[in-house]
């Protein structure tokens, strides 16, 4: 065979594997590290079921898959999830939308998706916005209403938690944990239940907070998802003794969960820093709660809940470590990163609540 | 934690209470010191709640409006946003209405006028803000009719402050007499205040002109009228601050109306001021930054002038630079920087170079906010377009880790750019190109790290990060560095794919650590050491028998001795392998470390103190590592070499262990005899000056001279003790020394070595007693070759003696002796002009005063301290001495006691007060205030401390003596509660020591017993940044206290008094710091030879006494290149071979790998 026609044929090959790749819906699995390409066949609030491109058929529990990228999905899409992954919220936001003019795809799922990681996105930046928490409230119930059987219902469910309780709406957060308690998941069981114990916080009620955190905390986990959950019981368990003024208990859980936790998650390591920043602050070691939060601005500032509260106490810790000028460099980054953030609001006039 | 606070402040308060000073005074006080610390909620809150009360004094009542709008004006200050700033300004004007319409008459309605219009000016100018605003275009002619208004109104209020304060100040009459002391303060304060309120009225009209347009011929008339008014208020009151203030707005006015050459003068006048007071600093930022403006016209267009300035004014005021002027001041400085890129002969990378700064400096304004945010955005979009980039940053991390490993390769050739760099000037400029490089590296790394994804590869992202600490370590942020240095080494220490990168982490972590320790003004060093120790535990932990962790091991076993936990640094150091390269050298410093560890044991309390047998354990091993090491590395050394500065430390250390075991003749043979004795080694050549650190430098070789002294005092060798005497004094003066402070100094090492015999074997003490006894007696005793030397030697082992001896006969015997020897020296300088110096005379005399004192012979204490007065009224030993004098009278509990305590409280005032005749003497109370005000106010933190504590312990103490119940039942309560008050102020203000903290709380506890409450703990370490706020509160009541007793001053003194005193105390000033500083110098000495050299500071022997010192030097690795595994430092030992003589510093971090 000539060389110049094998190797027109080697190309078509290529051509013709290559779409075969690009054909195929991707799936990502927690927990599991190599991605598996195939067809999504069918989705509920409870199960994705996929056929791999071998022609293996399984049913995912729909919490175990945190993502799937749909053959046919926009470009705009992959690069808007990037910005969202990376904080950068309102940049996403703008990417979903383009994503969405852009969406050529005749697959549901894909304009499901985009419109529930929209109203993530914009359900995250309410969480440092309070103005904007109404409207996100109501987007998502809108959503959860229309989509009762979408495998992100439940995702859903722990937004409302979370936005509910920065709007100090118990009622309503509990409505919201109940919810996420019908989950078949495991993990999503112990979410609802750490949802429920943060509730009672809210309500002032520390030991039966402390009784259903110490409940997901002591519960035999049985993945990364589940683990994952026994640390935000945990932190809960922290936040409790930090309530009872009990310092020294609560840094030790808190280090005890920063070292169980993954080096990448974020979202858990950001929360205990800047509670052991509370409780050292609370103990008059100023440089060690300036550590603390030094970790959540240098390390973990996607993490939109906590880095505005990690900005407020650097302000004035760099101050009482002697370095105003990094004091003020951290209350400019707060206001202009974070201008309606109820810290912000605290930096500028002490009076207001926050946190 | 605020209502944490608020309690404990509360509780403050409360004490205060106790004694009664005018109604109103302790409530504001308190609310002044929670606006002072921005606490305003808390202060508003206070306000509402004592407002409630059913008990409150009428003339509290009246003020809480005007109170709380005193606090809402201080507030809106802290608003960045208008909005805000107005409503709170709106609340505020409307209590200070509520307040005047029920007090017109009130004095302070003069006051509240002047906070009305500041109100009101506060609104205008936001109007103003609001016209020029693009969005409101068309509303731009309302908002400037609303500013007017409000600055037509805001001036009718001064002008009526004005007249108020010009009635009240009249009302005091032509004269006050100074001695009236509240009525001239009253009447200056007063005086201040109106001439604050003629500012004010021209301020706003400055202020008015700001609300026309500039073409608008109202601006120019305006701008003149107020230049004119600003004119007259600097006439009057040109040596006023208030008056400089007048000159300043005059500049402004000039500059706005475009005569530039004037502005200029004005500002240049103003800039050659002294700027010795924050308020003076304050001014000239303002000026220095009005000047910029100027000098950056097109007009005058003088960019490199601009450049260098702001250069200049930056280096100069680091901790302003971040305030309005400081951001305005590099606003200009990168307007001048974007102005010279555009001169047509740059070349072009030069005028890369020079965009990138001013693009570095816009980011950074623009990252300050506030008015600078529009315009250095503005800027920012011009350079990126100037630069030729495409205002576009990376979007993936791929992209953005590549980009961003270019920029940290660069970091190498920026290096090397200084390093080879000969000119001052060009070192300058390539060290601003270097900051702004490693600013953009910075920001491409953090952008790369926020574009991560899930599966993005894991050592990229370390790479990433192990890059970005080293950038930040390069950038003096230690903590950022450390934090992310830790995270890399401790979450992926395990983790095969990142290869080197934890372990160098870590190490770049514990540097940074190390850093953080040596920075400036740092105020928590333990925390710190702490987090060293931790870092380097786990390095040796994690990648054990590594040269990482042999570093660290040395590292870790350095910092125990910093914290001067010598057991576990012998135990650190013996871990270090003997295969090592460095083995020899630890050994050494294992040694010396060991008998440090012997030394501390035996310093010990009896309760603390290690068993004797586990000292004898120490100091034995101690003598065989040293001795081994020695026998290793001697040999090993040519003929013709000289003992290097390791062995001769360590001999000198075996020496004073022969010394403390009475192995006299051994001593001298390490020290003398030998032919590598020590001494050969710190030879130099007649003339030569001695360095500042080494075995040749003055402290060690007084070191040396000074064991060799003892061998002889317990050889009985007059003569040869003598020669001692004088190799010492000719190394003293030398270093320019005076002797004596050398020998009290030494005469407290030797009691300290007396009292260690004792414990560890109470037989040799006796004999070694009873021999330096005999041997001083003796000395004392030969009238033939005394000199000031030998006798104030003399003097001072009694003074020691005394003071180590319990039994109170003895000593009083110790003290005669001692007073005999000063005297003898005192009558043979009478006797012989060149027998020692002034100086030297005053010295021996304040000694004398000491002794007896000490002796209990207060009258003529009183009779000797009162001459040294008259002649050293401002030195600190002196006044200080004063002060112990009255008190030990006080404390002795003789008829003339009570009244004791008052005179070492106040001096001259409690003298005076009780028709006695002042002597000059200030007492605790003002040396305390001096201290404060001092413009090296830290170097005094320990007699700042002793003062502070001692005025709570005498008021404590005249208080206990005060009959219980009856009349002054209230009184003696009111003034221990003063004393508590006291303690806890200046726990509040000062970040104490572990021992000073005790000594505090000691008394604290003491005097809350003495009143029968529950003993509590002080607190310490105050949340945030209270203790910065506290200490410039003080600073700014001993500014204001400092201008009274100018004015005293002033009106008392004649010129020609003036003259005299300045020159005498000169003259006393400079002896007096000489004797500090060589007792201080001395102070640490102890036994351990290897603190003399381990640093040229003076270290004191608790763990925050760090403070002087600095963490033992570490080599950072490099950032990786290209190749993401850095090679390793092995063999970039962590000190020298030296280190353990060597002065320990941070040595620069190498350069990244190409």
Redesign the interface.
């Known amino acids: 065979m000539p060389r110049t026609v094998r190797l027109s044929l080697v190309a078509l090959m290529l051509v013709c594997s290559a779409s075969v790749v690009t054909a195929a819906d991707v799936l990502e699995q927690r927990g599991v590290a190599t991605k598996s390409s195939g067809k999504v066949t069918g989705v509920t609030k409870d199960k994705v079921s996929f056929e791999t491109t071998k022609g293996e058929k399984k049913d995912i529990p729909a919490n175990e898959v945190s993502e799937i990228l749909w053959d046919g999905e926009p470009a705009a899409l992959k ?1 808007a999830r ?1 910005h969202e ?4 919220l309102q940049q996403a936001i703008d990417g979903f939308a383009k994503a969405a003019t852009d969406n050529k795809s005749d697959n549901p799922n894909v304009k499901l998706d985009i419109d529930y990681f929209t109203l993530r996105a914009q359900a995250r930046i309410a969480l440092t916005d309070p103005k904007r928490i109404p409207d996100a409230l109501k987007k998502l119930a809108d959503f959860q209403s229309k989509n009762g059987d979408s495998r992100h219902f439940y995702n859903a469910a722990g937004l409302l938690v979370d936005l509910n309780l920065v709007n100090k709406d118990a009622a309503a957060a509990k409505t919201a944990a109940e919810t996420l308690g019908k989950a078949s998941g495991n993990d999503q069981k112990m979410a609802s239940k750490i949802a429920l114990a943060r509730v009672a916080l809210l309500e002032n009620k520390t030991a039966e907070a402390q009784t259903e955190f110490e409940a997901v905390a002591g519960m035999t986990a049985m993945g990364p998802a589940e683990e994952s959950r026994k640390l935000e019981a945990k932190l809960g368990l922290a936040r409790c003794l930090q309530l009872q003024s009990k310092f020294p208990e609560a840094i030790k859980l808190l280090d005890e969960v920063i070292n169980q936790s993954a ?2 998650d974020s979202k858990v390591q950001a929360e205990a820093y800047v509670r052991q920043g509370d409780c050292f ?2 103990s ?5 709660a ?2 603390a939060y ?2 959540v601005d ?2 973990f ?2 993490e939109k809940s906590f880095h505005p509260e990690a900005l407020y106490h650097l302000s ?2 760099w ?7 990094r ?3 951290a209350a ?2 707060l ?2 990163e974070y201008p309606n953030s109820p810290w912000t609001e605290k930096l ?4 207001a609540p926050a946190g | 934690m605020a209502r944490h606070r608020f309690a404990l402040v509360f509780l403050s308060v409360l004490c205060l209470l106790t004694s009664r000073l005018s109604a109103a005074e302790p409530y504001l006080n308190f609310v002044e010191g929670l606006r002072d610390r921005e606490y305003f909620d808390t202060a508003l809150e206070y306000l509402e709640a004592v407002e409630g009360r059913a008990d409150l004094p009428p003339d509290v009542k009246a003020i809480i409006p005007f109170e709380k709008a005193a606090t809402l004006i201080q507030l809106a200050k802290t608003q960045r946003n208008p909005e805000a700033a107005n409503a709170t300004l709106g609340r505020a004007q409307a209590f200070l209405e509520q307040f005047l319409k029920a007090n017109p008459d009130h004095p302070k309605a003069a006051k509240a006028n002047s906070d009305a219009g500041n109100v009101l000016v506060g609104k205008g100018k936001v109007a103003v803000i609001q016209s020029r605003s693009p969005s409101n275009a068309n509303k731009r002619a309302d908002f400037q009719k609303q500013a007017r208004d409000n600055f037509e109104a805001a001036r009718k209020l001064f002008q009526d402050a004005a007249t108020k304060y010009d009635k009240q100040w009249k009302d005091f009459g032509a004269f006050v007499d100074p001695k009236e002391t509240e009525k001239f303060e009253a009447k200056n304060d007063t005086e201040r205040m109106k001439i604050r309120a003629e500012l004010d009225v021209a301020i706003v009209q400055y202020e008015e002109a700001q609300a026309y347009d500039k073409e608008d011929p109202k601006y120019q008339s305006t701008l003149k009228d107020a230049a004119g008014k600003f004119e007259l208020i600097h006439q009057k009151h040109r040596s006023q601050v208030a008056g400089l203030y007048a000159r300043m707005y005059q500049g402004k006015c000039f500059e706005e109306q475009g005569d530039l050459l004037k502005a200029l003068g004005l500002y240049g006048e103003l800039l050659s001021h002294n700027a010795d007071s924050n308020v003076m600093k304050n001014l000239q930022a303002q000026v220095t930054h009005f000047k910029l403006i100027c000098l950056n016209t097109d007009k005058k267009a003088d960019y490199i002038l601009v450049d260098k300035l702001a250069d200049e004014w930056i280096k100069a005021n680091p901790q302003m630079i971040r305030t309005r002027y400081g951001t305005g001041i590099r606003y200009e400085k990168a307007r001048a920087l974007e102005n010279m890129a555009k001169a047509r002969d740059v070349k072009p990378d030069d005028k890369k170079k020079v965009l990138t700064e001013a693009l570095g400096l816009a980011r950074l304004v623009n990252r300050t906010g506030g008015e600078y945010r529009d315009p250095s955005q503005a800027m920012i979009t011009r350079l990126m377009a100037a630069l030729n980039y495409d205002g576009t940053d990376p979007k993936d991390f791929e992209t953005a880790y590549g980009k961003a490993r270019e920029l940290v390769n660069k970091i190498k050739e920026n290096k090397d750019l200084i390093r080879a760099a000969k000119d001052p000037e060009e070192i300058k400029r390539y060290q601003k190109s270097f900051e702004a490089h490693l600013e953009e590296t910075a920001r491409m790394l953090n952008l790369a790290l926020s574009l991560r994804k899930a599966d993005s590869k894991i050592k990229e992202v370390n790479t990433c990060r192990y890059s970005l600490c080293y950038v930040y370590y390069e950038q003096k942020r230690s903590y950022e560095s450390a934090v992310l240095g830790e995270f890399v080494a401790r979450r992926y220490a395990k983790d095969e794919e990142s290869e080197s990168l934890p372990s160098d982490s870590a190490y770049l972590a514990m540097a940074a650590y190390a850093q953080a320790y040596n920075a400036k003004g740092n105020n928590d060093k333990q925390t710190d050491i702490e987090k060293v120790i931790g870092i380097s535990d786990f390095i040796v932990a994690t990648w054990p028998g590594t040269p990482k962790a042999i570093e660290a091991l040395e590292m870790l076993g350095k910092m125990y001795l910093q914290i001067k936990d010598y057991g576990k640094a012998a135990e650190t150091f013996e871990k270090v392998p003997a295969d090592s390269a460095s083995y020899l050298k630890v050994q050494l410093m294992l040694g010396q470390t060991l008998w440090e560890a012997a030394i501390e044991g035996y310093n010990k309390p009896e309760g603390e103190r290690p068993p004797a047998a586990k000292l004898l354990e120490y100091q034995t091993k101690a003598q065989e590592t040293l001795k081994k090491v020695i026998a290793t590395l001697e040999p090993k050394l040519a003929d013709t070499e000289v003992l290097p500065d390791d062995l001769a430390t360590a001999k000198l250390t075996l020496a004073q262990i022969a010394n403390q075991t009475t192995q006299y003749a051994e001593a001298l043979k390490l020290l003398e005899t030998d032919k590598r004795a020590v001494v050969t080694a710190i030879a130099v050549a007649e003339g030569e000056k001695r360095p500042a650190s080494g075995v040749k430098s003055g402290r060690f070789a007084q070191e040396v001279y000074k064991q060799i002294l003892r061998s002889y005092i317990g050889l009985q060798n007059l003569e040869n003790a003598r020669k001692a005497m004088t190799e010492l004094e000719k190394i003293a003066t030398g270093q320019g020394q005076d002797i004596l402070p050398i020998y009290i100094a030494l005469g407290k090492q030797f009691k300290e070595e007396l009292d260690r015999l004792a414990k560890a074997n109470p037989d040799q003490h006796k004999t070694v007693l009873k021999s330096f006894e005999s041997f001083l007696s003796n000395m004392l005793a030969r009238k033939e070759g005394q000199n000031y030397n030998s006798l104030a030697w003399i003097g001072a082992m009694y003074v020691s003696l005394g003071e180590g001896t319990p039994d109170k006969t003895v000593a009083a015997t110790y003290f005669a002796q001692g007073s005999t020897a000063y005297n003898e020296l005192i009558a043979k300088a009478g006797g012989d002009p060149t027998f020692c110096t002034d100086p030297q005379l005053l010295a021996a005399k304040a000694q004398l005063v000491a002794c007896k004192r000490k002796a209990g012979e207060f009258e003529a204490a009183v009779e000797g301290i009162t001459e040294l007065l008259q002649k050293r009224k401002n030195a600190i030993d002196t006044q200080t001495e004063a002060c112990y004098v009255f008190q030990d009278w006080a404390a002795a509990g003789t008829t003339e006691s009570p009244k004791q305590w008052a005179v070492a409280m106040s001096g001259d005032k409690a003298l005076t007060a009780t028709k006695q005749k002042p002597i000059g003497m200030w007492g605790w109370a003002e040396l305390s205030k001096r201290l404060m005000q001092s413009p090296e106010a830290a170097k005094y933190m320990d007699s700042f401390l002793e003062a502070r504590y001692n005025i709570a312990l005498c008021r404590f103490k005249a208080a206990a003596a005060m009959p219980e119940g009856g009349k002054q039942a209230t009184k003696k309560t009111g003034e221990m509660g003063r004393a508590i008050t006291e303690i806890q102020r200046t726990a509040l203000q000062i970040n104490m020591t572990e021992a000073q903290y005790a000594k505090f709380n000691g008394l604290h506890r003491e005097i809350q017993t003495a009143m029968n409450l529950t003993p509590t703990d002080i607190v310490r370490n105050p949340p945030e940044s209270e203790v910065a706020e506290a200490k410039a509160a003080e600073a700014k009541e001993a500014e204001e206290d400092k201008k009274v007793q100018a004015v005293k001053k002033k009106k008392r003194q004649t010129v020609a008094d003036n003259k005299r005193a300045a020159k005498s105390e000169e003259t006393a000033q400079s002896s007096s710091m000489l004797l500090m500083g060589g007792v201080l110098l001395l102070f640490v000495v102890g036994g351990g030879v290897w603190f003399v050299m381990r640093s040229s500071k003076p270290k004191r022997p608790s763990l925050a006494s760090l403070a002087a010192g600095e963490m033992p030097k570490i080599v950072v690795a490099a950032p990786p290149a290209k190749k993401a595994a850095p090679k390793s430092t092995a063999g970039a030992t962590a000190s020298s071979a030296g280190a353990a003589t060597a002065s320990p510093k941070t040595k620069p971090p190498t350069k990244p790998k190409a």
């Open positions: 690069s990037n992954a990376g904080g950068r080096p990448e602050q609370a008059a070691k100023n440089k060690d300036l550590l030094l970790h240098v390390l500032s996607t004035r810790l101050t009482a470590v002697q370095q105003p000028d004091a003020n460099e400019d980054k206001t202009s500028k006039s002490p009076a």
